[in-house]
């Protein structure tokens, strides 16, 4: 990131005086904020009092301070939280769209994401489709005169492709369409689509920016123009975050820098020692020199996390065995937190996907965390030689 990054982190959007001399922020854990007179509230209702908190659905004083440091992050104009990261992208796709509008969306995107945008929004009459991406022409063919929406992740959540966002951001604007992506793998540490031209960026703050698997949570960025219909949606679904749940973020937020360093380290580490492991036969990365890819993602992306999937050399038997020999990865879902984890990527998804998107049935995501990585290395080695004895 632009240098004095860390600094901002931890002290950007923050004022000691205004609580005390509180060096960490306080929790505002209040539903109501009362007026000092008559004459404040008709201000108020003139517009005339930005800063002023009536009701924490709709403003917070610790919410606010995690908005306006996310929004510097990201290079935005503005920032909502959310108590979820699908709250997030409901809100910011419905924000843009109306009854008889189209999305286009890349195949490989979070499942809850696609089936929102697939069969949810189908009720309201918007239609969607579905490209695989890499090739820019798939996703040009694909938009009809009625497309108002590209959604995308860059990398994506099943196999970590990465995708034009310059010449993406730009098909879209010549047409006049708008751009949502999903940057929670990479994180804002690690890269910014808004600099590449995308409209709005969403976060599941679950993951990495929490980073200590005790929080679910949401973040919009965008346009000072486009933050007020994701504002609306926010107010009017109610899917707000807590003042408790914006603390743990602000509190997780002071080490993701250290802790993206140290993922992205790891997890080369790991990759490395897959890449070469005869059972393995591909790790998708795109941190490694030799993925394909690699040359686009350096040019978007300052680094790479710890996230990532491969595929065993063998069937059944021998992945169950390999997933239930492991001491230090635990099997969960989500990731992004201190602690390395594994799931099996094939039994997650509904078939009819599965088989669109070429999952293979032998496919394993795992989640580097901030353990030694030569004791996460340790750990699938002994995994290995037992499911394969």
Same mark, same amino acid.
Request: hydrophobic content about 40%; overall charge neutral.
């Given at each position: 990131m632009d240098k004095g990054t860390r600094t901002k982190i931890q002290h950007?959007?923050?004022d000691y005086s205004k609580f005390l001399g509180a060096i960490s922020p306080p929790?505002?854990?209040?539903?109501?904020?009362?007026?000092?007179?008559?004459?404040?509230?008709?201000?108020? %209702?003139?517009?005339?009092?930005?800063?002023?908190?009536?009701?924490? @659905?709709?403003?917070?004083?610790?919410?606010?301070i995690l908005e306006n440091k996310i929004a510097m992050l990201e290079k935005g104009d503005a920032c909502r939280a959310f108590s979820s990261g699908m709250g997030a992208?409901?809100?910011?796709i419905l924000s843009l769209i109306k009854g008889g509008d189209h999305i286009v969306c890349l195949r490989g995107v979070y499942n809850p994401a696609y089936e929102f945008i697939d069969s949810y929004l189908s009720r309201f009459n918007v239609s969607s489709s579905f490209v695989e991406g890499k090739d820019l022409s798939d996703i040009e063919s694909a938009i009809r005169p009625n497309t108002r929406v590209i959604y995308l992740e860059s990398p994506?959540?099943?196999?970590?492709?990465?995708?034009?966002?310059?010449?993406?951001?730009?098909?879209?604007?010549?047409?006049?369409?708008?751009?949502?992506?999903?940057?929670?793998?990479?994180?804002?540490?690690?890269?910014?689509p808004i600099e590449y031209g995308i409209d709005v960026v969403v976060h599941s703050a679950s993951k990495?920016?929490?980073g200590h698997s005790d929080v679910v949570a949401g973040l919009v960025i965008t346009s000072k123009e486009l933050i007020k219909g994701v504002?609306?949606?926010?107010?009017?679904?109610? *899917?707000?975050?807590?003042?408790?749940?914006?603390?743990?973020?602000? @509190?997780?937020?002071r080490s993701l820098p250290s802790r993206m360093e140290l993922h992205q380290n790891n997890a080369m580490k790991v990759a490395q020692y897959l890449e070469n492991h005869p059972r393995v036969i591909k790790v998708n990365y795109p941190g490694l020199p030799?993925?394909?890819?690699? %040359?686009?993602?350096?040019? %978007?992306?300052?680094?790479?996390?710890?996230?990532?999937?491969?595929?065993?050399?063998?069937?059944?038997?021998?992945?169950?065995?390999?997933?239930?020999?492991?001491?230090l990865f635990a099997i969960a879902v989500s990731w992004g937190g201190?602690?390395?984890?594994?799931?099996?990527?094939?039994?997650?998804?509904?078939?009819? @996907?599965?088989?669109?998107?070429?999952?293979?049935?032998?496919?394993?995501?795992? *989640?580097?965390?901030?353990?030694?990585a030569e004791d996460l290395i340790e750990d699938l080695e002994n995994a290995f030689k037992k499911a394969f004895d």
């Amino acid at each position: 990131m632009d240098k004095g990054t860390r600094t901002k982190i931890q002290h950007y959007g923050e004022d000691y005086s205004k609580f005390l001399g509180a060096i960490s922020p306080p929790i505002f854990e209040a539903s109501n904020f009362a007026f000092s007179s008559y004459e404040e509230v008709e201000e108020h %209702q003139e517009g005339k009092l930005k800063d002023k908190f009536t009701y924490t @659905r709709g403003g917070n004083p610790t919410v606010r301070i995690l908005e306006n440091k996310i929004a510097m992050l990201e290079k935005g104009d503005a920032c909502r939280a959310f108590s979820s990261g699908m709250g997030a992208i409901t809100a910011s796709i419905l924000s843009l769209i109306k009854g008889g509008d189209h999305i286009v969306c890349l195949r490989g995107v979070y499942n809850p994401a696609y089936e929102f945008i697939d069969s949810y929004l189908s009720r309201f009459n918007v239609s969607s489709s579905f490209v695989e991406g890499k090739d820019l022409s798939d996703i040009e063919s694909a938009i009809r005169p009625n497309t108002r929406v590209i959604y995308l992740e860059s990398p994506n959540s099943l196999i970590f492709e990465v995708f034009d966002l310059r010449e993406i951001a730009r098909m879209a604007r010549e047409r006049g369409i708008y751009t949502i992506i999903d940057n929670t793998w990479a994180t804002p540490y690690f890269q910014n689509p808004i600099e590449y031209g995308i409209d709005v960026v969403v976060h599941s703050a679950s993951k990495y920016l929490g980073g200590h698997s005790d929080v679910v949570a949401g973040l919009v960025i965008t346009s000072k123009e486009l933050i007020k219909g994701v504002s609306r949606e926010l107010n009017l679904i109610g *899917s707000i975050i807590g003042p408790f749940e914006a603390w743990l973020i602000l @509190r997780g937020l002071r080490s993701l820098p250290s802790r993206m360093e140290l993922h992205q380290n790891n997890a080369m580490k790991v990759a490395q020692y897959l890449e070469n492991h005869p059972r393995v036969i591909k790790v998708n990365y795109p941190g490694l020199p030799s993925n394909p890819q690699h %040359q686009l993602a350096i040019s %978007q992306l300052r680094g790479f996390s710890g996230l990532m999937s491969f595929e065993l050399d063998g069937g059944e038997k021998e992945l169950r065995k390999f997933v239930n020999n492991l001491k230090l990865f635990a099997i969960a879902v989500s990731w992004g937190g201190y602690e390395s984890l594994i799931f099996p990527t094939g039994r997650g998804f509904p078939k009819d @996907r599965k088989d669109k998107v070429k999952i293979s049935p032998q496919l394993l995501r795992i *989640s580097v965390g901030l353990e030694d990585a030569e004791d996460l290395i340790e750990d699938l080695e002994n995994a290995f030689k037992k499911a394969f004895d």
